[in-house]
């Protein structure tokens, strides 16, 4: 099997060069961005409770603490705000939406790359498929005879490159959809927790 395999790669032509570059940035690209995600929802929300909380205690300075002893989208947009209630408190709603906004960014950092390879992959595959019944046809015209035989070797390179395009479009497509959806429940969870933090400022201000 592990031979038959590498001899229908082997036909597949130079297509297959550029899409398995594309499989790999796919993989790492995915595998990446899991690790980024990795329980982002569950510590935004144990950090905005703990930080309400310490806000509602009036206890600024365990507030800040908490924000600078985790590194965590959360952590980052609501450390930047805290740090500017004592000295410029007009500025701290500006600067937790701004770095609400800067974070929703990160998080979907490098997913344009997977949504391109979704979209690129099948033309790269049918690339390979009109290069290899272009070979086919030269081959039947250099030879002057025709039949199965000559014309198969450039439709099975045609046939599995247009195989290979469609098959890391598709799992690139899958892999940026499943990442979309993990990016945007932790933006929207971000987003609650810097209205609980605006929630908990306002009281904190009247005290």
């Known amino acids: 099997m592990p031979d038959n395999f590498s001899a229908m790669l082997a036909q597949g032509g130079l297509t297959l060069y550029p899409l398995g570059l594309c499989s790999i940035i ?12 990795r329980g982002a929802v569950e510590a935004t929300r144990a ?15 365990t507030a800040r603490a908490i ?9 980052r947009a609501l450390g930047g705000a805290l740090g500017l209630l004592k000295r410029k408190p007009e500025r701290v709603a500006q600067t937790l939406d701004i770095s609400r906004l800067q974070e929703n960014l990160l ?8 949504g391109t390879i979704g979209s690129m992959a099948p033309f ?8 290899g019944i272009i070979k086919a046809f030269r081959h039947m015209a250099l030879t ?13 390179e045609a ?18 959809n499943y990442l979309m959806v993990r990016a945007n429940r932790i933006a929207t969870e971000l987003k609650l927790s810097c ?6 400022l306002h009281d904190f201000d009247e005290e």
């Open 47 to 61: 950090l905005t409770a703990r930080v309400v909380g310490s806000l509602q205690d009036n206890d600024l300075p």
């Open 195 to 200: 209205e609980s933090l605006a929630g908990a």
């Open 159 to 176: 046939l599995i490159a247009t195989a290979a395009g469609l098959i890391v479009a598709i799992v690139s497509i899958i892999a940026y």
């Open 26 to 37: 796919t993989v790492a690209v995915f595998l990446e961005r899991l690790w980024y995600y």
């Open 67 to 75: 924000c600078g002893n985790i590194s965590s989208p959360a952590s």
């Open 144 to 156: 002057g005879s025709g039949g199965f035989a000559v014309v198969a070797a450039g439709i099975s």
């Open 107 to 114: 998080l979907k950092e490098r997913l344009w790359l997977l």
């Open 124 to 131: 790269i595959g049918l690339f390979g498929t009109v290069v």
